[in-house]
């Protein structure tokens, strides 16, 4: 039983892991406001899985620096970076019958933003509601909204969670959900603009 453990610590710790055709090196947590740190302790975290943990690798996408890529089967997300890296976040992406593919562009981004579910949403599911901003709120942390090659609003968002145990998991309407650290660390890396390619 102390083996996993063990390995988690140490890729956790800073040193590099080395795994099967690639390494995988454990990235330092972002700074976070007095907000941040009081509101992020009050949704529990579950114990991570390795194979969801935040980690730089060799980028597997061949993007160009400062896209994001979410492969949807393998619930991962990869932000590029220069010099063929990339970091690579576990993510909770849409079930089958919500899932959404394709290219799109950051348009905003905010800081524990409120929650504005869309019609068809409140539709299927009456219980939903609009929220402000807070430890409780779907979109947790931080919040990239997507538009399509025309600008128009996609909908779909990159967000934290309130929900971090189903990271991994296809659970969500859509959207694709992180940690909130780990949201938080995307939203401080990647610029206004940014290309983000779902598949």
């Not at 901003?133 to 990159?158: C, E, F, H, V």
Request: hydrophobic share 40%.
């Amino acid at each position: 039983m102390r083996r996993p453990r063990l390995a988690l610590a140490i890729a956790l710790s800073g040193v590099v892991l080395a795994l099967p055709g690639c390494q995988y090196r454990a990235t330092p947590d972002p700074e976070l406001s007095a907000k941040d740190k009081e509101w992020m302790a009050m949704v529990p975290e579950p114990e991570i899985d390795r194979r969801f943990a935040r980690y730089m690798i060799d980028d597997p996408t061949g993007e160009a620096p400062g896209t994001i890529v979410v492969e949807t089967k393998e619930r991962q997300l990869y932000y590029v970076l220069p010099d063929r890296k990339a970091i690579r976040y576990g993510v909770t992406v849409g079930d089958e019958a919500y899932g959404w593919n394709g290219t799109a562009r950051i348009f905003r981004k905010a800081a524990w933003p409120d929650w504005h579910p869309p019609a068809e949403m409140i539709k299927r599911w009456p219980h939903v509601h609009a929220m402000q901003g807070g430890p409780a709120n779907p979109l947790g942390a931080r919040a990239l909204y997507l538009a399509d090659a025309s600008g128009k609003d996609t909908l779909y968002r990159i967000h934290g969670t309130n929900e971090p145990e189903r990271i991994g998991q296809a659970a969500s309407s859509g959207c694709i959900r992180m940690r909130n650290i780990d949201v938080v660390d995307l939203y401080n890396r990647v610029g206004a603009d940014a290309k983000v390619i779902v598949r």
